[in-house]
């Protein structure tokens, strides 16, 4: 996974918005709720919200590790090899729908 292969991803699914923050990661997400960060530096890695019991496993796994500033709300950094490209589409969707599931119903009913 690259850059615009997540960007591709990501995109790909409906009411998704990108924007940068914090001057220089590009963010994605669904009702003003981030689902995925990356970073436009080298090397590509991106973080992801994860369900609360994949959380522990998962962060121990090689290239995979708490997100700073994030992990209390179960996300990961995740490095561009330690996933392959299955596996990141399952887990951007993943955290797509983690995040859709606890908007508003308001917010809901406005994207479609």
């Not at 590790?65 to 950094?77: E, H, I, M, Q, S």
């Amino acid at each position: 996974m690259d850059i615009e292969a997540l960007r591709d991803c990501c995109l790909s699914l409906p009411h998704v918005t990108e924007d940068i923050k914090w001057g220089a990661d590009l963010c994605f997400s669904i009702g003003e709720k981030m689902f995925c960060v990356t970073s436009e530096h080298l090397p590509f890695k991106a973080s992801l919200k994860v369900n609360e019991e994949e959380f522990e496993e998962f962060s121990q796994k090689p290239g995979i590790k708490p997100a700073a500033y994030l992990a209390r709300y179960k996300w990961v950094l995740i490095q561009g090899d330690a996933l392959s490209d299955k596996q990141w589409k399952h887990y951007i969707q993943k955290s797509y729908e983690l995040v859709k599931a606890k908007l508003l119903k308001k917010i809901l009913k406005d994207l479609i």
